[in-house]
Every structure is written in structure tokens, then in C-alpha cells.
């Protein structure tokens, strides 16, 4: 089956209830867990899961030590041991709620009991991380997986990543740290931003062993990228103690709030909106414009005949921040009158859209990572005129012109390149960040970071996006100036190269080949 055929699983803002053994042998009480976390994902409205732990007890302890008390785990183990028909009740249980079923095989047997049970994400434990015959059977059952990587250094972790995506898995990681529980000097929380930007095409998780009743960790958690959680749960009784590791209802309840509250505070992973109230505080302290002196109307305004000072008087008052030398006046002002806005010009000038294009360039630069060295050039294609930038053109980078030729190709969101062909040039474009719309001879292509398309001379070809991209222009030698593109639009075909293109001597100081 294609890859892009399988539905995958979504694991962003997945929640895991681990069970483990604090079920205590008992499904009764197992039930009673499930219920009390299914009550905790109902109030919250979560993506929840309950998490199990199997076992081939016959087989997964050898049998010169099943009877030895102090060898540790393999006393509970024995002693909460369950059945398949047992395991078959907590998982119908689970199911009734509406939470996703979940398991951790620790052997190659209990694969097949996950599979038999229809247990919907595979779990894997720190420790079987690096257990290889046991990964080779969790990623034939073509089943989600989650692995926790506690103990794992970041180069056996590229190892896990590289053997699960060769066998195209649905997986995603989980920052763990294998000490229970885990004092907060331990946590490294950091990894979890490292993983994100080592692998940034898999969810990273947090599966967490800190004492229950510090709810400080998990907003951290979020706050560093963490999209999954994990933690261990259970009910207490007059028989039953939980571990230093465990949550109680009530502490998981807790913990759940402050996941909330973090994400609350954090925000959306957008830019903000400025609301209404932020606004008018802000307002409140800014300096208006104000005349020095007489001033007709019809005459510019320079620095010189204006004074700034709070408060502003009005919304309609112009702001210090906002003056520019040579404003015309829009009425005859008295001494100390305050300016208004509407002198300021509706559209931006030629130099501002360049100024703010560029500026945008380099933050998309920057957020892709892509670095620049002082040896390059830039030109702002503008098709329809600087005043259309926004809708038409984009900004080229010229790094390499020699028998070959590369350039750095960075769009605008909302930009529309038009459709033209090239005689002598042959090129290939090689999408770096962002997604773009590719038309090649009335053809369309989403392309996506990664994906290269081949155009060869004498090919139509334009290209668009809606969000931003980046992409590298690999050619033959580039001989623009000599005039090698040809338009489609018979409007663009007839302007010379110098009316449609600004080029930059040094965008840092904002140099221009040509007067703006």
C-alpha cells in the first residue's frame, strides 16, 4: 500500500493514563482506575488513552528465578499477573469510555496478545528501546506506535528513528527519564526541544515519573513542544498504596488542569492577535503630534514644526511614532493643535515595501534556519509594480553565477510568480521551507520541503503560495541581464528588465542600484 494511502494517526495532545500493575491483579479494580480517568477525559474533553502492560510471564522471566523474592520487578510482576480473557475485560472497558486502547508488550508473545486483543497504539518502554527483536515484531503490525527513549543517547535515538521510518511505521517519541521517581534536577526537559528539532517531522512526547503532586513540570513540558503526556495512575484503598510515581485521581485531575492553564497561558503556536485592551493601555502612554507653530494648509510638515507629547488626544491624532518629514497639512493648524492621522499617505512608498518585504524575507530566513554569507545579491522581482509586491513577484537571492548557477528563491505568503520560460536556461527547483503551488505547462504541483521539479528550457512555468516558501534555484549559467525570461502576459513581456526588477546592493544598509 502507498505510504499516503494509510491513514495515520494523529498523536498531538494525546493523553496516557498508565495502568502498569497498579491495577493490582484485580480487573475490578482495574475498571475502577479506567473509570476514574475516563471521568478526569470527559471533564476536560482530552484525547485520552488507557495504557496496559503485557507480559508472557512463562517465557519473559527464566525459570531459575521466577521463585527468587529479591530479584526486583519479578515479585509484582508474578503477583498482578492477569490474563488474556482478564486483559480482554479491562480493554472492552476502556473502549466503553471512549479512550483509546493502548499497550506496552515487553516480548515478542505479548505482540501477538496486542494484536489479538485489538489494542489500537503500541507503546514501547524505555527499556526495550534498543530490544531490536522485539521492535521487529511491533512494526509488523503496521499498529501507531509511541516510543519512550529514556536512556537512550541522541545518536541511538536516530537509530530507532531511521529503523521505524524505514519500515513505515506511524510513530512518534517520547522524552522519558527512567528514574523513579524523577527529581526536577533530572528532567532535562530541554531534550524534548532538541528532539523537536532533530526530527521535525515526528510528534515528541513527554512520559513522566516525577512525585504526582508537582503539577509544575507538565506546563514546562508543554512550553518546550511536548504534544504527548504520559503519567502513571491508580486508586488507592484501605489495601492499596501507590508508588512515589503513581497519581491518584485527584492528583491526575491536577495535573491535567495545569496542562490546561499552561496551554492557556502559552497561547496559539501563531502570531497573536493584539486585543482591545492591550491597545488602549498601550494608547494611554504613547505621545501624539502636535504643531510647534502656525502651520496652512496644503504645506509639508517637517521635524521641525511639530512637537511630540502625550497624551493622545483622540484616535484620529496622528502618533510620534508615525511622522515622517514632509507630510502635507490637511487644514491651516493653530500653535499646540493636535495633528491628525489622515495626513499620513493611505499606501505605503516604494522604499517601505521594500523595507518590509525584506524584512519578512529574513525572518522566514531565519525561521528556516538558512543561513546567508556577506557574498551575494538580491533582487525584488515585481511584475505589476512595487505596489503589487504583495500579490506579484518575490525576492531572489543570488549566491552562484558561474557555468552553474544557484539562487535562493524566498515568496512572500500570497505571492504569485507569472508564467514564463527561459531559451537558454535550464533549471531545477529544490523546496527548502513552506509549500508552493508549481505550474508547469498548464500543470499544477503542490510541492512541499524536500520535493525537487526538473524545468528545462523552453518549458512555461510559474509558481504561487499561499503560506511562504523557500526554494533553491539550481541552473545553468542565469543570463537575466541579457534578457532569457519570456512572459506569458504580454503586459510583462513588453516591460524592460529594469521595470520590473529593484535590485539591492546590500539589503542589510538598504542600497539600490537605481534611484527609489
Known sequence: ????????????????????????????????????????????????????????????????????????????????????????ELIEEVSKHGLITMATPFDEDSVGLAESLGIEVIKVASCSADDWPLLEKI??????????????????????????????????????????????????????????????????????????????????????????????????????????????????????????????????????????????????LKRGVFARREIKAGSPIYREDVFFAMPLVSMDQLKSGSFRNGFIADKDYRDKEAINKSIEPSRMGKREIIYTSVREAKGMLNIARISLSHDFSVELSHHHGLEDFDNTGCIIIDCINREYAKKIVVQLPGQNHPTHYHKIKDESFHVLYGTMEMIIEGKKRIMYPGDTVWVPRGVWHGFRTDEGVIFEEISTTSLEASGDSYYIDKKIARMSREERKTKLLNWGRHQFDKEI
Not at 502498569?20 to 476536560?44: R, W
Not at 516525577?210 to 484503598?237: M, N
Not at 499552561?262 to 496559539?268: D, K, L, N, S, Y
Request: aromatic share 10%.
Open 139 to 284: 512494526a509488523d503490525t503496521g499498529k501507531p506506535v509511541i516510543i519512550s527513549v529514556g536512556g537512550l543517547t541522541i545518536k541511538e535515538i536516530d537509530k530507532v528513528v531511521s529503523f521505524f521510518e524505514h519500515r513505515g511505521t506511524n510513530f512518534a517519541l517520547m522524552h522519558c527519564v527512567a528514574i523513579y521517581p524523577t527529581p526536577g534536577r533530572e528532567m532535562h526537559l530541554n531534550q524534548i526541544q532538541i528532539m523537536k528539532e532533530r526530527y521535525p517531522n515526528l510528534t515528541i512526547g513527554f512520559s513522566t515519573h516525577e512525585d504526582p503532586s508537582d503539577t509544575s513540570i507538565i506546563g514546562l513540558a508543554y512550553a518546550k513542544g511536548a504534544r504527548i503526556y504520559e503519567k502513571h495512575v491508580g486508586v488507592s484503598t484501605d489495601t492499596i498504596t501507590l508508588n512515589k510515581y503513581s497519581a491518584n485521581p485527584e492528583q491526575a485531575r491536577a495535573w491535567v488542569l495545569a496542562y490546561k492553564n499552561a496551554q492557556a497561558v502559552c497561547g496559539a503556536v501563531v502570531e497573536r492577535a493584539i486585543g482591545e485592551q492591550e491597545k488602549n493601555d498601550l494608547w494611554s
Open 1 to 88: 500500500m502507498n505510504l499516503q494511502e494509510v491513514q495515520k494517526f494523529n498523536f498531538e495532545n494525546l493523553f496516557t493514563f498508565e495502568m502498569a500493575n497498579n491495577h493490582q491483579g484485580s480487573v475490578d479494580h482495574g475498571k475502577k482506575i479506567i473509570q476514574e480517568m475516563a471521568a478526569i477525559a470527559k471533564e476536560f474533553n482530552l484525547k485520552a488513552a488507557v495504557k496496559l502492560q503485557f507480559r508472557n510471564l512463562d517465557t519473559f522471566i527464566h525459570p531459575d528465578y521466577r521463585d527468587k523474592k529479591d530479584v526486583k520487578h519479578i515479585p509484582r510482576f508474578l503477583s498482578t499477573s492477569l490474563s488474556a480473557e482478564q486483559f480482554g
